[in-house]
């Protein structure tokens, strides 16, 4: 099992910006670049998806984020990244990051099969 561990989770106003981070020690490498996800859950609902980003780097995004969320990644630091800006308070959930084995990706829960214990992101109006 991949262990992964998220961290930079914060409470801050509506507009503001937080960045998500990621580890996953000798996981997250130039030799093994496989998919990797943000996903996002609120109490209650199902974890949606957020965003992707593949093998080769190629990125996509839910459409509730498009243009306010930027998806990275540094093999070098064994690290994916979530830059989240213009946050709304709908934007407030617990964030997690998966990975599946492969490098390419898909935007649902059920292909995921390595998780992180989530980091909060609280966004007050």
């Known amino acids: 099992q991949v262990h992964l561990v998220e961290s930079g989770g914060d409470s801050v106003q509506a507009g503001g910006s937080v960045r998500l981070s990621c580890t996953a020690p000798g996981y997250i490498t130039a030799g093994n670049r496989f998919c990797m996800a943000w996903f996002r859950q609120i109490p209650g609902n199902t974890r949606a998806w957020v965003a992707t980003?593949?093998?080769?780097?190629?990125?996509d995004y839910a459409d509730s984020v498009k243009g306010r969320f930027t998806i990275s990644r540094d093999d070098a630091k064994n690290t994916l990244y979530l830059q989240m800006s213009s946050l709304k308070p709908e934007d407030t959930a617990m964030y997690y990051c998966a990975t599946r084995r492969v490098r390419w990706c898909e935007p649902h829960l059920n292909f995921y099969l390595d998780w992180g214990q989530g980091t909060q992101v609280t966004v007050s109006s």
């Open positions: 980003i593949t093998g080769d780097s190629f990125t």
